[in-house]
């Protein structure tokens, strides 16, 4: 069955350990080299059909992550995923190479398109290739779709050394208050999720499946089991749940069986069998981790 992951920054598995052990396997928020407080508030705002946040990368820093948080995270059962964040490529490379020599941990997720902080002084390619110099570990690199071509980007980073994809982050959007007319977060624009989302994920996923044969994590805008579907036919291998969560914590169980449901209502016994379907032939496998299986990334 397809595994189902939450999205970073969307389940906080310290306080919903529950939730969180009912995925296939669980991604930390981003963690960055040293503590941020991130934005000021307002920080979270509700939008028509989506959710406006401006976080700014809050989290302990990696010194306090490995000490107080990694143990808990590695009591949950789950496969574990840790989200990487910074500023440049020194910062990768410090988080990565600290994360490396913990067995633990699955997959280093690369947060390479966080909207609300300041973008890294070097490109993905160099962000993929400095972190993929000090670790082993597969790497799957976090794109935006607020690019001019997802698919060159995604073709760079597989050239860096990255194992996949996930795809995609926030985009850019901005909410005014009613009354007042200005703006309702403190740092005025915000990263959108939400139901708005989903369209512009499956053209991302669609398109950087074809262009770099990587396997996907799709995510953006999924609230059922028929998202899943078309996210796995447009070329993901697994998707991640976002602003659901917020709304429907019980979202991972109600999905797998909408899932279930939409694929006997096609006649198909296995979601590999509509993987990718969309491009109207097989195309390149997204069942390895450049030769490493999957099962080391998720939970079977």
């Not at 964040?85 to 490379?93: I, V």
């Not at 699955?106 to 972190?131: F, M, Y």
């Not at 799709?218 to 028929?226: A, L, Y």
Request: glycine letters at 10%; hydrophobic letters at 45%.
């Amino acid at each position: 069955m397809t595994a189902i992951l939450n999205a970073s920054g969307c389940l906080d598995a310290l306080t919903a350990p529950d939730i969180a052990r009912s995925l296939d396997a669980y991604v930390t928020k981003t963690v960055t080299p040293l503590p941020r407080g991130g934005n000021a508030p307002i920080r979270i705002a509700e939008t028509d059909g989506g959710l406006l946040n401006s976080i700014g990368l809050a989290n302990p820093g990696i010194e306090r992550f490995l000490d107080e948080s990694l143990p808990t995270f590695l009591r949950l059962g789950v496969p574990l995923w840790v989200s990487v964040g910074g500023f440049c490529a020194e910062d990768y490379a410090l988080v990565c190479s600290a994360l490396d020599e913990h067995d633990g941990v699955a997959v280093l997720e690369l947060n390479l398109s966080c909207p609300n902080v300041e973008a890294p002084s070097e490109s993905v390619p160099g962000l993929v290739r400095a972190a993929r110099e000090v670790t082993d570990k597969p790497l799957y690199a976090k794109l935006s779709p607020s690019v001019p071509d997802i698919a060159a980007t995604a073709r760079a980073a597989r050239e860096a050394g990255a194992d996949g994809l996930s795809l995609v982050n926030t985009v850019r959007g901005l909410a005014l208050d009613p009354r007042t007319l200005r703006p309702r977060l403190a740092t005025a624009t915000g990263g959108l999720s939400g139901s708005l989302l989903r369209p512009i994920a499956l053209a991302a996923v669609y398109e950087c499946y074809r262009a770099s044969g990587l396997p996907i994590v799709g995510m953006g805008g999924i609230s059922s089991g028929r998202d899943v579907l078309e996210l796995l036919a447009a070329g993901a291998a697994a998707v991640a749940l976002g602003t659901i969560l917020f709304a429907d914590p019980g979202a991972p169980a109600r999905i797998r069986g909408e899932l279930t449901a939409a694929l006997d209502e096609l006649g198909v016994d296995n979601a590999d069998d509509i993987r990718a379907l969309a491009h109207g032939d097989a195309g390149p496998s997204p069942s390895t981790l450049n030769g490493r299986s999957m099962v080391r990334a998720t939970r079977t």
